[in-house]
């Protein structure tokens, strides 16, 4: 499983990343973007990503510009420290919506949540 992170906070990004890989080892973890611009490139260099992790609110604007810029089968998970932003998230290939911090325990569902939908 392919997966890119669009994060901005440094320690919020390894502690996804670490977590990851404690649940799936075999993740393949493509890189970190904490800004539009490096998530379109990285999106656009790797159209054979599985997984998209993405905080919604970064330094120079909302992760849904990402999403408005590239043309990508990846799934998303939407991390955010902000629940308003729930429903337009459902615009954008969203398989879950985790509030900050996640947990362990939500990522293993958001996880489980992705193996559902690529079974079906």
């Known amino acids: 499983m392919k997966v890119l992170l ?4 440094r320690e919020i990004a390894t502690s996804l ?5 404690q649940l799936r080892p075999q993740i393949d973890i493509v890189g970190t973007a904490s800004c539009i611009d490096v998530a379109v490139r990285m999106i656009n260099k790797n159209q054979d990503l599985d997984l998209i992790f993405a905080d919604i609110l970064i330094d120079d604007g909302m992760s849904f510009r990402v999403f408005e810029q590239v043309s990508t089968n990846a799934m998303v998970v939407f991390t955010t420290a902000y629940d308003e932003f729930a429903l337009k998230a459902f615009d954008y290939n969203c398989v879950d919506y985790l509030l900050k911090p996640v947990s362990l325990d939500s990522l293993a569902r958001s996880l489980a949540r992705y193996d559902n939908r690529i079974i079906t």
């Open 6 to 9: 669009i994060e901005d906070e």
């Open 17 to 21: 990343a670490e977590d990851l890989k």
